[in-house]
């Protein structure tokens, strides 16, 4: 059974620094492309980050380009999310979600979030 | 940027009911549109990928159509566990994606 289980989240300050993980199990890691997406309290989704299955290739939205880094470990089957200088607005339920597809690509499994609160 | 909108923003219908939700992108992206479904607190699900593809386990009530900018989820008969928020997304820029601003669909 596929399964992804985020951590790490928890209230941080303004200007302060968390780092997410992503632990996956029940298919091959490592030839999976990977994915974080957040959703603010309320909002819809909004796409954060990828990652190709070497970890060769990384792309960010705007809202977080310069300040989160997403990588990953295949050897522990883990995926991570190192969120700095945050804001308030990066306050949300943040889910690690596996993509797939041949060519038209879709996330099939998501985990079930963790929640970050950027506050003073 | 590809942005992407959804129509309605939320509507109200029975069990029973056919529940049509529309999803347009700002340019054309083929068929690289996907559906998720989202109940409270928890994560989204996928539905539709591939604008007309029915993702494994999902009910057949469930359809998707639509392909260039304009695309169509329509749910045949809804029933009790349909009542969530839905979510279109298009994967035509991968590895950069868009999610549609959401409709959600509760009980009249």
């Known amino acids: 059974e596929v399964q992804l289980v985020e951590s790490g989240g928890g209230l941080v300050q303004p200007g302060g620094s968390l780092r997410l993980s992503c632990a996956a199990s029940g298919f091959t890691f490592s030839s999976y492309e990977m994915n974080w997406v957040r959703q603010a309290p309320g909002k819809g989704l909004e796409w954060v980050s990828y990652?190709?299955?070497?970890?060769?290739?990384?792309y960010y939205a705007d809202s977080v380009k310069g300040r989160f880094t997403i990588s990953r470990d295949n050897a522990k089957n883990s995926l991570y999310l190192q969120m700095n200088s945050l804001r308030a607005e990066d306050t949300a339920v943040y889910y690690c979600?596996?993509?797939?597809?041949?060519?038209?690509?879709?996330?099939?499994?998501w985990g079930q979030g963790t929640l970050v609160t950027v506050s003073s | 940027d590809i942005q992407m909108t959804q129509s309605p923003s939320s509507l109200s219908a029975s069990v029973g009911d056919r529940v049509t939700i529309t999803c347009r992108a700002s340019?054309?992206?083929?068929?690289?549109l996907n559906w998720y479904q989202q109940k409270p607190g928890k994560a989204p699900k996928l539905l539709i990928y591939?604008?007309?593809s029915l993702q494994s386990g999902v009910p057949s009530r469930f359809s998707g159509s639509g392909s260039g900018t304009d695309f169509t989820l329509t749910i045949s008969s809804l029933q009790p566990e349909d009542f969530a928020t839905y979510y279109c997304q298009q994967s035509y820029s991968t590895p950069v994606f868009t999610f549609g601003p959401g409709t959600k669909v509760d009980i009249k």
């Open positions: 591939a604008a007309s």
């Open positions: 979600a596996r993509c797939w597809g041949l060519l038209r690509y879709y996330f099939d499994y």
């Open positions: 990652i190709s299955s070497s970890g060769s290739t990384i």
């Open positions: 340019q054309s992206i083929s068929s690289y």
